[in-house]
């Protein structure tokens, strides 16, 4: 089957699209045709080698690990599904190797749900690991009603889903976005601030009693940038600086791959509580353009290629 790889770490160019043999499902595993990928940074960071030292890659390998599709093979073991259900999962494993940038890949159970059925499968392929990261984060923040958010990042794939997650559970959100992105942080239910120079006090004019919660999905030294909008007691999350959020008494979170939260976030897809945005999609053998424009770090919403 074609499937892209990569032998050695490096940039785009590395990546081939190759021939490599069909998979088998382990007892827990079910083997699903990918029907679409999406892609996400730290798949070119592992590509890039530098995942190194926190999870083991095996060349050749196959990146990414969201996917949408069509069980065509169970497991001995996998009552959960049948032939032809159509899922989604974040199926990230212990190794990097088996990706799902291939047409058919395993998948164990503990990671696959049932894909929303108002969702295209390219629309479903986009919600994974950024959809689980935000659902995550959200709740490691205990985000309640009357809470006063800042999401930095608001534009990007987890930014997007985690105002929307902030503003159902009854928040108020202020998120940081460039200016070309001001209207669709709007329209996803959060005031939008433009990052740089002067961000403390552009938060604090929008939110004059500061933040209870701050998100952090763009690093960079943000949260240094805005300890002074911090509310007593405030509640800190990152995914992008763990020594960071630890000084102000916060937490980074690290995904894992969780069934039972897919199938929360297909529940809000198919109640029209959660939108999904694509930017653009490739086909299987334009991956290497795919990832140069992920690179790029100027994309909104997410790219997603399909075999």
Do not use: C
Not at 43 to 57: N, P, V
């Amino acid at each position: 089957m074609r499937a892209i790889t990569y032998a050695e770490f490096g940039d785009a160019s590395v990546l081939s699209l190759s021939d490599i043999d069909e998979p088998n499902p382990g007892p827990d595993e079910v083997i699903v045709e990918v029907r679409a990928v999406g892609l996400n940074p730290v798949d070119w960071k592992a590509r890039a080698g530098y995942l190194e030292g926190l999870i083991h890659t095996v060349f050749p390998a196959t990146p990414a690990w969201d996917v949408a599709g069509v069980v065509v093979k169970l497991g001995a073991d996998t009552p959960e599904f049948s032939v032809g259900d159509e899922v989604f999962a974040y199926a990230r494993k212990d190794v990097l190797s088996s990706g799902t940038l291939a047409e058919r890949v395993a998948v164990p159970v503990r990671a696959l749900a049932r894909k929303p059925t108002s969702a295209s499968f390219e629309e479903a392929a986009a919600v994974p690991l950024t959809g689980l990261t935000a659902l995550r984060s959200v709740r490691r923040a205990n985000v309640r009603a009357g809470d006063r958010v800042l999401i930095h990042g608001g534009a990007g794939g987890v930014g997007s889903f985690a105002i929307q997650l902030a503003v159902l559970a009854g928040a108020t959100v202020t998120a940081t976005a460039s200016e070309r992105n001001h209207e669709y942080v709007r329209e996803l239910g959060a005031t939008p601030i433009t990052y740089g120079e002067g961000l403390a006090e552009r938060a604090l004019e929008a939110q004059p009693g500061g933040y209870t919660v701050v998100l952090d999905f763009a690093g960079g030294g943000v949260l240094a940038a805005t300890t002074a909008v911090l509310a007593e007691g405030a509640r800190v999350v990152s995914i992008a600086d763990g020594k960071g959020a630890a000084a102000l008494g916060g937490s980074v979170v690290w995904v894992r791959p969780d069934a039972t939260g897919l199938a929360e976030l297909a529940d809000l897809i198919d109640a029209g509580q959660l939108t999904v945005a694509i930017a653009r999609v490739y086909p299987l053998a334009e991956t290497a353009a795919a990832y140069r424009e992920l690179e790029t770090g100027h994309v909104r919403g997410k790219l997603v290629v399909v075999p």
